[in-house]
């Protein structure tokens, strides 16, 4: 078991070692053997490149503007399905999941071809855009994505608590809200983290979707047919390292929730308790 371990892990975390030790090789080509010396120019090399920079900011602008949309929709999405009639609730799935199930290639290009042929139609050109067809491209499978994981969420929710709030005069906003909303938090921030992630890394439909204009994944795409180099070990590098930065504050974060939680209920139990002590000895005074 222990070899076995050891050979799964080297066969996951191998690439990204060998990759982060070129970085910092002064040759110019992608290798540890020979270790030349060890340098933090292609740091500053991979900083200069405007065609990267630009293709990283696209990449996160159009990854946040994904978020935007496939969390409302896919949240929309989920609790319809909680709502239709169980005979129609197969064939609704069927409908809303079947972009997951299609070739992204397919998507990238079938949305141009629709929204070229809408906007001639309706003079709207503004949406005959490459980001806001990128936009559109990934949010339609990856509203998808978050749906499955607001429907996960949805599977623990207890009805008796909306009931309860409309028995007591709250409206159906009100409900949503207060007692809803709460309740799927943690999976919003869980599907907005998938739909961000997602949208960053996807290539085949942005290589259509995007029209002239360029994400990281598409200039990766074209750094690799001309030549890596390692300033893009250096790039991979800066990705992991956020990663692994922002993986570490969230559990922190949530350590301290759950920290505050517990004091929370250990307060609230210490006053029940004091309650329950002080009515036993008021009745046994009386």
Known sequence: MGVYIVIFFAYLFGPLLIMGITAFNKSAY????????????????LA???????????????????????????LAGALVMTQVYDRARSFYYLIVVSPVLTPGVIIGISTVVFWRQATQMTGLKFIYDGTVLTVLAQSSFISAYTMLIFLARLARFDRTLEEAALDLGASRAQVFRHVLLPFM????????VIAFLSSFENYNTTTFAILADKTLTTVLAGRMRQGTTPALSALAVAVVAVTIVGAILFEIVKRREDARAKARAATAERAFNAELTADAAGAAAA
Request: aromatic letters at 14%; a negative charge.
């Open 30 to 45: 992608p290798q540890i053997m020979p270790f030349e010396g060890f340098t933090l120019d292609w740091f500053a090399v």
């Open 48 to 74: 200069a490149d405007k065609d990267m920079i630009y293709g990283l900011q696209k990449s996160l602008w159009i990854g946040f503007l994904v978020v935007l949309v496939s969390v409302p929709v896919g």
């Open 185 to 192: 938090l943690p999976a919003i921030g869980s599907a907005a």
